[in-house]
């Protein structure tokens, strides 16, 4: 027998919190664009309207506390990807791709050559589209599928003279992929939405836009006051506007991208029906795992500011939902509070497979928290943005941090000096009041600083997982 069939069927005997069910299930992997943890119902959005996806929600475990390591998309999706942390997989900017030693090490690559059958559509966005590394940026040939796109993108396609939206376009593509694997093959479909990342210049003419008049309410920390009391480099770098100053049309402006965000996340919604709908004709649903995540989060508002790459929790946190058929009815609903990352994801998509995750991979199999068993988990972590822009438009300050269950540790490195926070997210889940400067905290700002130095460290070369 394969050492990966056996260990397949070792792991599954020892998972109780799993009914008995075909091995080798089908992976399903969906991923948005810039989607906040709570741009959902099942996260206790009572505006937006995303009935697929509360499905999967309650047919599975909702993880409360889900980061990404580094939140822009050409870091997040390689470290999605690879499993590890940009310090070790070093994709720092987007016009470096994964070269083809680490992509054979990737979860698409590993499961592929296990046996599965693997689809990539949706947007890919490492290494620029340039054909001296279109083969690395754009890596078509290493799947048996593949719909792939770069960053730049547009909604509007054109297919057969027709102009299409890409979202309808992908969907169709992703059943045709159901449709067309065979019965007796199991397979890996990796469906990457653009949504609810711009640009936001054409909207898909077969949908209603359900929010033009919605009243949807901003973040507590919407506020002249919250962003007034930021830094300088932070308001008038990329986050905020050129003057530093609070809008005049503030109101107006959240509105309105809240409005877009939503209908364009609920346009995903529809998508994902599409395809969970495929899945129960083709009869592949009752052995399908269905991850859904998002590449990183937005502030949309949050402190006056937009955008995402810094360290707050807008930024970083992010949806996350595992929907295993194989869960028993007592486990379905649940909800997690352990913080998981995104690194977890490729360990974990392999996990399922029954395929040992490779060395160099840093993160977790999500499956024990997703089953509930008591198994030993992260205390911290170590998160980071180093990215800037080029000269022609407002900076992005690099950062590191440390975020613990309780405690952020944030230190941005690019103003001289450096510049620390410290926020209390028992306390202080907003992330209102900078704790750093006050004198009675200089004990554990240290104790942080030094934790986050050793994480950093970790996350650059130490092969365990149960490191971090």
């Keep these: 027998m394969p050492t990966s069939r056996r260990t397949f069927l070792q792991s599954a005997a020892l998972a109780s919190p799993l009914t008995a069910q075909a091995p080798r299930p089908n992976l399903l992997f969906i991923q948005t664009d810039d989607q906040r943890f709570d741009d959902l119902g099942c996260y206790g959005n009572s505006v937006i ?26 870091c997040s999706r390689a470290s999605v990807l690879t499993g590890q942390h940009m310090l070790r997989h070093g994709i720092r900017d ?16 590993i499961l592929r050559r296990n046996g599965y059958r693997t689809a990539f559509l949706g947007k890919y966005a ?11 940026s754009l890596p078509a040939s290493q799947f048996d599928f593949w719909f792939g796109f770069p ?43 653009k949504e609810p990342h711009g640009p936001w210049n054409f909207f898909d003419p077969d949908r209603r836009d359900l929010y033009k008049n919605a009243a949807i309410s901003p973040p507590a920390t919407y506020t002249r006051e919250a962003f007034e009391a930021l830094p300088a480099f932070l308001r008038t770098g990329l986050n905020g506007n050129k003057e530093g100053r609070w809008p005049q049309n503030a109101a107006e402006a959240f509105l309105d991208d809240a409005r877009t965000c939503y209908h364009l996340v609920t346009g995903v919604d529809d998508a994902v029906g599409k395809v969970m709908e495929a899945l129960r004709r083709t009869g592949a649903d009752s052995n399908t795992v269905v991850i859904f995540t ?61 395929i040992a995750a490779p060395p160099l991979m840093q993160g977790r199999n999500l499956m024990p928290v997703v089953t509930g068993a008591n198994a030993a988990w992260r205390e911290d ?11 022609s438009r407002l900076p992005i300050p690099s950062c590191e941090a440390l975020r613990t269950r309780r405690w952020k540790y944030v230190r941005y490195t690019s103003p001289n000096p450096a510049f620390e926070q410290l926020f209390d997210l028992q306390t202080d889940p907003g992330e209102r009041r900078n704790l750093a400067p006050l004198t009675a905290h200089k004990p554990l700002l240290e104790r942080l600083r030094l934790r986050c130095e050793q994480s ?4 650059a070369s130490s092969p365990s997982p149960l490191s971090r």
């Design 126 to 136: 490492i290494g620029r589209p340039d054909e001296s590394i279109r083969h690395l």
């Design 151 to 193: 960053q730049s993108i547009n909604f509007k396609q054109s297919e057969r003279g027709q102009t299409r939206h890409l979202t309808p376009l992908m969907t169709e593509k992703a059943v045709q992929f159901l449709e067309s694997t065979p019965a007796n093959q199991p397979f890996c479909l990796s469906l990457n939405f």
């Design 456 to 459: 950093k460290r970790e996350a």
């Design 381 to 391: 972590w170590f998160y980071e943005h180093t990215y800037n822009t080029p000269p």
């Design 294 to 354: 998002s590449d990183n989060g937005s502030m949309r508002g949050a402190h006056g500011l937009h955008g995402k790459w810094i360290a707050y929790e807008e930024s970083i946190r992010v949806p996350m939902i595992v929907r295993d058929p194989r869960l028993r009815p007592a486990l379905r609903g649940g909800v997690r509070r352990q913080m998981t990352l995104n690194i977890d994801i490729a360990p974990t998509l392999l996990a399922l497979a029954g």
């Design 94 to 109: 987007f016009e470096t791709p994964l070269s083809a030693a680490q992509f054979h090490e990737t979860y698409p690559a």
């Design 49 to 74: 309207r995303t009935p697929h996806i509360d499905r999967l929600a309650a047919e599975g475990v909702r993880l409360r506390n889900h980061f990404v390591t580094t939140a822009i998309c050409c």
